[in-house]
């Protein structure tokens, strides 16, 4: 290295003190360190239950006291410990306090800066120890938060503990509470699981003495998009030293180049103030096509102290045209919109970036321009993906059933209001910010003040507004409130809760003379993945239209009450497809539209559903809560993608069923202009595309199958381009009676994993295709069943889809035993 330099200062004919300099300069001319910031991922140790006291945690990690107790279990960040229990169709899951420890090498490269932990969201409640002492603590299981610790660990480094005990390093601990809590949001009536856990990112942060704490970039544009305005404000950390700070704002376009600069010298203080205002002469403006991104960067530098941090902003123009549509950028935009619960199989809330960055991919991939997040401000990384793909955001705090509490209650709602807003405010996608969900909905106290309800959501319509009046604020389904907020959406769920779904048109254009501003959130309906029909909308003989679409109390129970496809129905995949493919051709027809958001996009657990096929899930996700995509993904598809795409209806339907020479139904899901249907090797000919004929938009045929195998493929045309797709499946025509006898088989081995499947069989030994019968596996010897995921698939308690059901395990060969049960039928073992 050394031999390089002298090469290079002799080649540059300096002076190594003019050398020294020059090279100083371009350092100066270069970004500035940004803010040192670590996730906290490795290195911890959890216990599922409350200690005694902090000092039960503090004892060195790794001790190896045999003696020890509570026992701790290594775990990675992100974490809840609700990860399994959740869907255990066995227990309630827990709702409790939990504690994490690890230990810190903690060296600051400031002088006097400051040592920060940053949560992205814990739940819900939070305590935080450095060794013994309490450094912060926060309510609130959804919004962002951070504790100093600077002065607690610089009292810590003086102990003896510090050098001796824990050999230089800092034990930090954390108290996570979930447990049932009337004055706190949201309500446990919800239709969610209160998480437990730190089930977001713990970040590490560093800074310099002088840093600001948050930077609120407004980027505004007239309606021709010719004219952008960029307001920079900014609020110094409440920490930081008084005395001024010298700051640098730069303004860089979507491809990296500098559009505004501006540097002066500003009073450190805690208060927000501005920093510039830069005009733009016709911005490159964001939306779901192109959603281009400016870059703020703002430098502060204070003594020999540099810090650099960086927002990302978008210049659009929105408006909800009162009894009219949404527009963007002066154009009508049909919000094309779905749901989003932060939930997975096998982590539940604890998703990690990667598994975030795919579910909203695969929403893009589906056509979403707009999405809901419900019912709680969610991860950071997710309104990054909605400003970088161009998916528009209604964000909301989660007031969610139950009725209002006391003052407590109040005025947390009041915080993550505030907190919401100002962490969000600067994502370009955010249109809309939620004041709640469902407040109509009593149960928590006992009374139930309407008046007192309107006078609250009035307070937080007007913080709203004042922390932003260049948003709309919004409600879903609180009608005696339904003139507070600029956007309301009513209980519209034609075809599942209440009525039939031809009459969705209808009952919207009601809904829709009753309020300024219209948007339709929540529509849909239940299907257990790999249950499929051939007469799906057989239940809708049993129930009447024109009883409107409102969801009422008890509609989402399966027992009990007036007829409605969510009782009565078959809950299969076939079903949905009808009900999401009607909404969807009648969307396009009402003009008055500002949009809707299918709920939700993928399957989710939640705790007042016991009794559903698979336990504890809601299930009117498009996706399983694994990704496994469920055939009405592919209906959204074929009416919002623009990539060419065609999917025959049925891959997850090995067998279907009929009469012997009887026309029988497929359908096509296509955004192609036509598509050609091949049976067996006969084409049964070229179809053309239109949106208005029910169902598949006209890409439909009537055939007539053979007994045993039949091959079914498409080729669909979009200008020069062609796809295809292909399935394979039996055709039985032997009738059967009710199940009478089980069997278990291995059917797949794939990365270490067997898969088992349990079928149905009547008296005569013919399957029995349209069987729910429960089906309960266990396990027995070496290995583990893959269960407790919340999918079709991975549930030790499931109703059999079609006469069937499917289990993975790890498994020894000749060292394990998996079992089938189902009640009046006899168990049947299977050695593996």
């Known amino acids: 290295m050394t031999f390089h330099l002298n090469r290079l200062i002799k080649l540059l004919h300096l002076k190594p003190i003019r050398f020294i300099l020059l090279l100083a300069g371009l350092l100066n001319f270069y970004p500035a360190p940004a803010q040192k910031s670590t996730r906290l991922n490795s290195g911890w140790e959890f216990v599922r239950q409350d200690l005694g006291g902090v000092w039960e945690a503090v004892r060195p990690v790794g001790a190896g006291n045999p003696e020890s107790v509570p026992l701790w279990t290594p775990v990675t960040l992100p974490h809840c410990f609700n990860a399994r229990d959740a869907v255990d169709p066995d227990v309630n899951y827990y709702q409790g306090p939990g504690w994490y420890r690890t230990q810190l090498d903690l060296q600051n490269p400031y002088a006097n800066g400051r040592t920060l932990l940053h949560f992205e969201g814990a739940g819900q409640k939070t305590d935080v120890y450095l060794h013994t002492t309490k450094v912060g603590s926060h309510v609130g299981g959804y919004d962002e938060w951070t504790v100093d610790l600077t002065q607690a660990v610089a009292d810590f480094k ?103 600069r501006h540097q002066a010298s500003f009073p450190v203080k805690a208060a927000e103030q501005q920093l510039h205002a830069f005009t733009l002469k016709n911005p490159q403006l964001w939306s779901p096509k192109k959603p281009q991104l400016y870059t703020v960067q703002v430098t502060v530098k204070s003594g020999s102290d540099t810090l650099v941090q960086t927002e990302k902003v978008g210049f659009r123009h929105i408006e909800f045209v009162e009894k009219g549509p949404f527009r963007l950028n002066g154009q009508r935009l049909l919000l094309r919109g779905t749901h989003r619960h932060e939930d997975h199989a096998g982590v539940a809330a604890a998703m990690t970036e990667p598994m975030i960055r795919q579910e909203m991919r695969l929403m893009k991939e589906m056509g979403v321009n707009f999405i809901r997040l419900g019912h709680y401000q969610q991860s950071r990384i997710v309104l990054q993906q909605c400003d970088s793909l161009g998916i528009l955001v209604w964000e909301e705090i989660p007031w ?88 309301y959406s009513p209980s519209i769920w034609a075809g599942w809760y209440r009525g039939v779904y031809t009459d969705y048109k209808e009952i919207s254009e009601k809904e829709f003379q009753g309020v300024k501003r219209f948007l339709h959130v929540e529509w849909g309906g239940d299907s257990h993945a790999g ?9 809708l ?59 939700p996009f993928k399957d989710f657990s939640t705790p007042v559903r016991p009794d559903n096929p698979i336990p504890y899930m809601n299930q009117k996700g498009v996706v399983e809560r694994d990704f496994t995509k469920k055939e009405a993904y592919f209906v959204f598809q074929s009416h919002w993608a623009t990539a060419p795409m065609a999917h025959i209806y049925g891959h997850g339907w090995p067998v279907r069923w009929g009469d012997e020479g ?17 049976v067996n090797g006969k084409s049964y000919g070229v179809k053309q595309r239109n949106s208005q004929d029910f169902p598949a938009a006209g ?13 079914v493929r498409v080729v669909a045309h979009q200008g020069r381009q062609t796809v295809q797709d292909e399935i394979s499946f039996r055709y039985q025509t032997q009738k059967w009676g009710k199940p009478a006898r089980l069997t278990l088989e291995k059917v797949g ?3 270490g994993l067997t898969t088992v499947e349990a079928k149905l069989f009547d008296a005569q030994g013919v399957q029995c295709l349209d069987a729910a019968n429960w089906m309960a596996f266990s396990l027995a010897g070496a290995g583990r069943l893959l269960d407790d995921l919340g999918t079709s ?31 009046g039928l006899e168990t049947v073992l299977l050695t593996l």
């Not at 405010?425 to 139930?448: C, K, Q």
């Not at 604020?473 to 600029?486: L, Q």
């Not at 249950?531 to 239940?539: K, V």
């Not at 308690?797 to 089938?820: C, F, M, W």
């Open 158 to 260: 003086q102990t003896e503990a510090f050098q001796k005990q824990f050999k230089g390093k800092v034990p930090l601990s954390i108290r996570s509470d979930n447990s049932r809590d009337l004055q706190m949001m949201p309500s446990d009536l919800s239709d969610f699981n209160l998480y437990g856990g730190l089930y977001r990112y713990v970040n590490l942060v560093y800074e310099p003495a002088v840093a600001l704490s948050r930077i609120m970039a407004k980027a505004e544009v007239d309606p021709t998009g010719k004219q952008g305005q960029l307001t920079i404000r900014a609020a110094f950390r409440e920490f930081a030293p008084s005395g001024s700070a010298q700051v640098s704002v730069r303004v860089l376009a979507p491809r990296g180049k500098q559009v505004g």
């Open 400 to 487: 969610c059933r139950g009725g209002l509490g006391g003052e407590v209650y109040q005025a947390q709602g009041r915080r993550m209001l505030t907190n919401m807003i100002q962490q969000h405010y600067n994502h370009p996608a955010v249109i809309v910010w939620g004041l709640g969900n469902e407040n109509d909905w009593p149960g928590d106290f006992p009374d139930f003040d309407k008046e007192k309800i309107r006078t609250y959501m009035k307070e937080l319509n007007a913080l709203s507004h004042q922390l932003d009046p260049a948003r709309y604020t919004a409600i879903r389904r609180c009608d005696f409130c339904k003139d507070i907020p600029d956007v």
């Open 793 to 823: 698939r991975g549930s030790r308690k499931v109703q059999a889809y079609n006469g069937r059901a499917l289990i993975s395990l790890e498994a020894r060969p000749g060292q394990t035993a998996v079992a089938v049960q189902s009640e």
């Open 541 to 599: 003989v049993k129930i009447s239209g024109g009883q409107g679409g409102d969801e009422r109390a008890g509609d989402a129970s399966l027992f009990g009450g007036s007829a409605r496809v969510s009782k009565d129905g078959d809950w299969s995949e076939s079903y949905l497809c009808n009900l999401v493919d009607w909404h969807l051709k009648e969307q396009e027809t009402m003009p008055w539209l500002s949009g809707t958001a299918y709920w």
């Open 699 to 711: 890409l439909h045929w009537n055939v007539q199958f053979v007994s045993g195998q039949n091959q």
């Open 531 to 539: 249950r499929h029909s051939e007469n799906p909308d057989n239940a």
């Open 749 to 751: 081995e794939t990365n």
């Open 662 to 678: 009887e026309q029988k139904l497929v359908k096509v899901y296509s955004n192609c202009a036509q598509a050609e249907l091949f």
